[in-house]
Structure formats: structure tokens, C-alpha cells
């Protein structure tokens, strides 16, 4: 009964359905339960937590990477997974700390000052939330105090800055100096992206990571969290 | 059913109505006032006796008559010409339907080239740094064989967008000769492809072979004229205005047998006709339509096919340069007066100048393949895989123009406008505005699989790496590792039993 229901749960997630209206990729399943749907159902049957996001979402996301990989599935059926997964989460964020489950992480993003363009900066936040991060996204023309602000007051472990201009990557200078003027850049992995930024730039200006696109961001993030929680 | 090909639903064209009438009058000066020479004794008889002024030039070992053809014998032919042709087919669904007023273009591989380039790839090391190695594509010009032939076809029955095969290489064994080229390039090419063929042909004695080859292939003579799953190629026209004696004989008992033709003209512009463009065009036209006359003249009613491969000279050496752009100008002004007299249209397209494989060859046949294919020529000789002008065949290079011409189909879908759909796309946009992320990526994927959005380039490289080559010819091997459908054992018996000089080692059943 429970393998079923994660089954479902992962076949879901592999066709990138976040509820009932959701068409997915095969004929024939809008009215079918999706994923938010599923998990409310798994967790009325007492499955756990832990099951359902290790058998269930990450199985699922595991899938859908190895498809990624084999150029059977493009970035928007990786979006779909992922926005299918980070509606998951936010079903089960209520039930994690009875069930003993730490939360995966916070991370605040925002396109720098000055930088207009936030599809990279929304893409990231979509598979960074479909990874099982909470992620609080506080827009775009961010001027660097507003940024500081929001680490004071969110208090996340990342903080991604997304620019896709030269003449605007170099606000994400001008925010890591605010936060070490301010105290707050010893509490915060900061990783930076974006068309015009590299490595080196990165590393140039402080960040502790660079991601050269939205999977590699997420990689960058979980390798940083991952040596954290050591 | 019979193959799509692609619609242009709005065709180029260079020429202005009255152009196009000027063009007409002046080939129509050329043909009455200046006439043909013709070293074709039947020939000159045929215009004669249909009213054309022949005066004899001179005797000797190379008699010529000076033919004269009067615009009303050029009209009575353009009347009788069938507007419709039909290409058959092995697999009857690879029939071609060419209507001369219809812009719908399938692409055709060809022409006859005598090197064929064969390919593998090396690696080598960084002198300054041993640990750093680099795969490179070589490649080995040698002359083409008949098994080099049936691996054409067998890659062209595969390659999605190839609608008819000509042959592209020109079958140099030792043990074929002037009698027997004919019936092994075309056994090695039929038994290779579903498709229609279409080949010159280089004995005329052969002829009768190679068509009741043919008729035996299809189950009789009736069965050929409804399905006629070979056609011809003849140039009998060399430029400047003579008709050559062999080919002219050749066209005449192709049209007795009333299999389709194409009857075409390649002057080249600079040498063998003015450069400029009204200049070639006047000729080229009149050259073509004094062929299409005789066409007529031998068996009214022949299904012919206006046939173009003009070329501008290079000013270098004087070799053909299909790279030039005035090259596709003239291509696409044949196409215009072509459909002018509502005939299909042979054009020319995708020969390049370069000799191997690579950016210049990708510029240069792109260039002229997607120019001639918007102005909808019937049957775009767009020659998969050749390179240096006609001299040189590459399999891997007619895999990577099937990628480009997969493009080129796409490009000419109809737009899909309709208030339905920009219903949905407007209900999309409210939609989609009302989010926080405004991203319509996730709208993309009822379409993705659908077939209405284009593929990426199928051969491109990981990151940064150009690895179109070594893609390009992992696919040419896939493609060869996949079954075409043979002649079965029991015609291929029959083939060989009574049609003399087809190569043993053609027959697969043996």
C-alpha cells in the first residue's frame, strides 16, 4: 500500500504534475491526483516523512536527472519536477520537525542593483526549492543595504546574487563589502551567477561559489551544504 | 499516398512579371533568329519537318545544321508538355507528384562526382603538452566504386529529408566498362533504395536494358508507365546553343519509351554565357526550351522537366563556383520561368567551391540551399554530400546537409494563426503575468514532444567542443547499420538472368 502510494508519488514527480489540473507528459491524466495531492493522501495514510521524500521526491528527481542526462528531458520538464517537488515540500514543511527531519536549508536570492533580468534568479529558485531548500526570493534591482537586510532578518544559510549585466556585476562586490561592513558575511555561503560572471570573477570578489547555470547552482549549493552539516 | 516534400507557400522570386516576359521574348529571339546548331542529323530533320529553317553548315567528319525554331513550334511544345509529372518509386509511397504550378520542393541527392572522400579520425598530442590529445577528422579522396554507390543509397533511403536519389558517384572498378556502367549503377542503386532514381545515362545501347531492368523490378511495361520508378537526366545542350550528338540521340529514344526526363542546360555564366544575369537567363531558357521542343517533337506528350544547373565562373581559374552568390540567382530565375510555362523545375543547389567537410562548405551550401528552396523549384537537385563543384562525394557530408534540410522544412511550416490560438496564447499571458516567477517555460512541454517545435541541431557538441564531425559520422554508421528493403530473390534472379553485365557480387542473394 505504502510502495504504492510513493510509486505514484515518484511517477508523478517524473512528469512534472503539481496537482490534479497538471497534463504532464502521457495522455490522459489531468483529474488524476498530482503531487501536492499525493503527498497530502501518503501522509493522511501515515507514511512518513522521510519516505515520502526519500522514495517518493528525491527517487523521482532521480529519474529525472538520468532522463536529463540521456537528452530525453529538457529544462522544462526539469522545472516541472522540480516546481512538482518544491510544492511537495511545502505540504510536508509542517509535518518535518515532528518527524525529527531537519530542513534542508534557507537561501535568499535577488538579482543585483541596477539588473533587470530575473529569469535565472527564478529558474534557480524553482530547482533550488525542487531540491527541498527554503527559498525567500526578494526580487530584482536589489540595492545591496536591502540585501544585507534580508539576511539580518531571514537569517539563511545561502545567499544567491544573480546579475546579467557587466555593468551590474559588480553591485555583487558592492554587497558582499555591505555585508562584511555589517558583520553578517561570516553567517551566510554566499554563491553568485549569471551570463557575464565566471569562476574567477568569483572568487575575485568573495563569493564562496559560482554556478555556470541553474543545475550547476544547485550542485554548488548542496556541496557547500553538505560541507556544512559535517 | 506519395511523399510531402515541402510547400513554399509564398515563393521568392527575383523577377518582376514583365522580367520575366523579357527574358521569354529574348530566348525567343535567340531560338528563331540566332536558332541552334545542331551536330544531330535526326534532330535537325525532326525541327525540319515540323516547320524549323535547317540549313546544313558544313560536312565532313562533323556534319552540323544551323536550326532555326520558330515561337509557334516552342508554344505547340509548352502546350503538350505534361504539367503534372510523376516520379515512381520502389515503395510506392516514395512517389513524387510534381505539379509545374505548385511550389512544393523535394530534395534530390546527385550529381555525379568521381572522388569519393572517405573519412576517419586521428588523435594527436599537444607538442607543449603531452597530456593534452585532440581528435581530428582526415580525410582520403580515392575513385568511386559500385559498393561505394550502394552505400549511398543505402545511406539516402535513410536520410529523412532525401525525396529522390540521383546517383552521386560515378562507379570506376575495374570491371566495369562503357557497356555495363549502366545496368550496375542502376541495379546498385535500385536495389539500395525505396526511393525514385534518377541517373544520366552513359551508353545509349543500354538504355532498353536498364528499362526492362526496370519493368521486371515493378511486374511489366504497363506497370512501369503508371509507376516509373526510373527517370533521366540529358544535357544535350552544350552552351553556347549546340545540341551535342550523343546526348540529343539519348533524349530522343528516352522520350519514345516515354519514361519522364529532365532536359537541362548548365552554361556557365562568364564562359559559355554572358555573366550577367538577363544574359545567361535568355540563353539558359532558350537552350532548355529548344530541348523541351524536341521533347515534344519525338513524342507529344512526354512528361519533361525543365532542367537548370546554371553556374557563374570563377575569375581565378574559370571552374564553376557554386558558392557565388549570382550562382542562386540564376537557379532562381530558371525556377521563375519554369513555372512561368506552369513546367516542373530541375534546379540546382548545395554544390559548394570547398573540397572537404567544414565551415566554408556549411556557409556556401546553406547559402544557395535555403535561397533556391524558397523560390520552390519542383525537384532540388540540392546534392547531398558533394563538394569541390561535382568532383567530390562525402557520405558524412550528405548526413550534415540531411540536418540542414530538416531545418529548411521546418522554417517552412505555415504560420499557425488563427483567433483560436491567440485565444490560448492571450488566457497563457494572463497567466502567466499573474505569477511570481513570470517564466511560460512550463507551457512549452505540451508542445515539446508534439513535433511543433523544432529539435536542436542533432550534432552538437558537449560545452564547448565542436564535435559536429565525429557526430556526423557516428550517424552515417547508424544509418548504415540500419536494413533497407532489397529488390526480393526472386526478381534479383530474374534481373540477373536477363539483364547481361550486372556484377555477381551485386546480387545478395548469392
Known amino acids: 500500500m505504502a510502495e504504492d502510494a ?209 543545475f550547476d547552482a544547485v550542485r554548488v549549493v548542496e556541496s557547500l551544504f553538505a560541507a556544512e552539516d559535517k | 499516398m506519395a511523399r510531402e516534400g515541402v510547400l513554399v507557400h509564398v515563393p521568392y522570386e527575383r523577377m518582376t512579371n514583365e522580367q520575366v516576359l523579357q527574358i521569354h521574348q529574348a530566348s525567343m529571339q535567340i531560338l528563331n533568329d540566332l536558332g541552334l546548331l545542331s551536330f544531330n542529323r535526326q534532330a535537325a530533320e525532326m525541327f525540319q519537318s515540323n516547320g524549323a529553317e535547317v ?170 508507365k503508371k509507376n516509373p520508378i526510373i527517370s533521366f537526366i540529358t544535357c544535350l545542350v552544350k552552351s553556347p546553343l549546340q545540341f551535342v550528338e550523343d546526348t540529343t540521340d539519348t533524349l530522343m529514344e528516352i522520350c519514345r519509351r516515354g519514361l519522364p526526363v529532365v532536359v537541362s542546360s548548365a552554361p556557365q555564366g562568364g564562359s559559355t554565357a554572358p555573366i550577367t544575369e538577363d544574359g545567361i537567363m535568355a540563353q539558359i531558357n532558350a537552350e532548355v526550351l529548344a530541348g523541351i521542343t524536341l521533347s515534344q517533337l519525338v513524342n507529344k506528350g512526354t512528361p519533361v522537366i525543365y532542367g537548370s544547373v546554371p553556374v557563374r565562373a570563377r575569375l581565378d581559374n574559370l571552374n564553376d563556383s557554386y558558392g557565388a552568390p549570382e550562382t542562386s540567382q540564376y537557379n532562381i530565375d530558371c525556377v521563375q520561368m519554369a513555372r512561368f510555362y506552369k513546367l516542373p523545375c530541375y534546379a540546382t543547389s548545395g554544390v559548394c567551391d570547398t573540397k572537404t567537410p567544414g565551415i566554408q562548405t556549411s556557409i556556401e551550401r546553406l547559402f544557395s540551399d535555403i535561397l533556391v528552396t524558397l523560390s520552390g523549384p519542383q525537384y532540388l537537385h540540392c546534392a547531398y554530400g558533394l563538394l569541390d563543384g561535382n568532383s567530390i562525394f562525402c557520405l558524412l557530408q550528405a548526413v550534415l546537409d540531411d540536418a540542414h534540410f530538416q531545418m529548411i522544412k521546418f522554417f517552412l511550416r505555415p504560420p499557425r494563426i488563427s483567433q483560436a490560438e491567440i485565444d490560448d496564447s492571450l488566457k497563457q499571458i494572463r497567466e502567466v503575468v499573474a505569477t511570481p516567477q513570470k517564466l511560460y517555460i512550463r507551457y512549452i512541454r505540451p508542445l515539446m514532444r508534439s513535433g511543433k517545435l523544432s529539435m536542436p541541431y542533432p550534432f552538437e557538441g558537449d560545452g564547448e567542443t565542436d564535435n559536429v564531425l565525429a557526430l556526423a559520422y557516428e550517424r552515417m554508421n547508424q544509418l548504415l547499420s540500419q536494413p533497407v528493403e532489397h529488390i526480393d530473390a526472386a526478381t534479383t534472379s530474374r534481373v540477373f538472368e536477363e539483364i547481361p553485365g550486372i556484377l555477381p557480387r551485386l546480387n545478395i542473394y548469392k
Open chain 1, 6 to 214: 510513493l510509486k505514484l508519488i515518484q511517477e508523478n514527480v517524473v512528469q512534472g504534475r503539481v496537482t490534479q489540473e497538471d497534463e504532464g507528459l502521457d495522455e490522459g491524466m489531468v483529474g488524476q491526483p498530482g503531487v501536492s495531492e499525493l503527498v497530502e493522501t501518503a501522509l493522511a495514510q501515515g507514511i512518513s516523512v522521510r519516505d515520502i521524500i526519500n522514495k517518493g521526491l528525491t527517487a523521482g528527481m532521480e529519474i529525472v536527472g538520468q532522463k536529463f542526462d540521456a537528452k530525453e528531458y529538457f529544462i522544462p520538464d526539469m522545472l516541472a519536477s522540480a516546481e512538482a517537488v518544491g510544492a511537495a515540500m511545502e505540504v510536508l514543511e509542517p509535518h518535518m520537525a515532528e518527524s525529527g527531519i531537519k530542513p534542508k536549508g534557507k537561501i535568499v536570492v535577488a538579482t543585483v542593483k541596477g539588473d533587470l533580468h530575473d529569469i535565472g534568479k527564478n529558474i534557480v529558485s524553482i530547482l533550488l526549492r525542487g531540491a527541498g531548500y527554503t527559498v525567500k526570493d526578494i526580487g530584482n534591482d536589489v540595492e545591496p543595504q536591502a540585501i544585507v537586510d534580508a539576511v539580518r532578518d531571514e537569517k539563511p544559510q545561502f545567499l544567491g546574487l544573480s546579475a546579467l549585466l557587466i555593468s551590474t556585476m559588480i553591485h555583487m562586490r558592492d554587497t558582499i563589502y555591505a555585508l562584511t561592513a555589517s558583520g553578517l558575511r561570516d553567517q551566510v555561503k554566499i554563491i553568485v551567477g549569471g551570463a557575464p560572471v565566471s569562476e574567477e570573477f568569483a572568487k575575485s570578489i568573495g563569493a564562496d561559489g559560482y554556478g555556470a547555470d541553474g
Open chain 2, 55 to 224: 540549313t546544313s553548315v558544313s560536312s565532313g567528319d562533323h556534319p552540323s545544321w544551323h536550326v532555326k525554331i520558330p515561337e509557334n513550334l516552342v508554344q505547340r511544345a509548352l502546350d503538350s508538355a505534361p504539367k503534372t509529372v510523376k516520379l515512381g518509386a520502389r515503395n510506392k509511397d516514395n512517389s513524387l507528384i510534381m505539379k509545374g504550378e505548385e511550389p512544393r520542393v523535394f530534395f534530390v541527392s546527385g550529381s555525379e562526382t568521381n572522388i569519393w572522400l572517405d573519412v576517419d579520425f586521428q588523435t594527436y598530442v599537444k607538442k607543449s603538452d603531452p597530456n593534452t590529445e585532440v581528435t581530428v577528422p582526415e580525410f582520403h579522396p580515392r575513385r568511386g566504386t559500385v559498393l561505394d554507390l550502394c552505400h549511398a543509397a543505402h545511406v539516402c533511403e535513410h536520410l529523412e529529408t532525401l525525396d529522390a536519389f540521383i546517383r552521386p558517384v560515378n562507379i570506376q572498378d575495374q570491371d566495369i566498362t562503357g557497356d555495363n556502367k549502366d545496368v550496375n549503377k542502376f541495379f546498385a542503386s535500385l536495389n539500395n533504395t525505396t526511393k525514385h532514381f534518377m541517373a544520366g545515362l552513359t551508353s545509349l545501347n543500354q538504355l532498353d536494358n536498364v528499362v526492362h531492368m526496370a519493368e521486371l523490378i515493378v511486374g511489366g511495361k504497363e506497370e512501369l
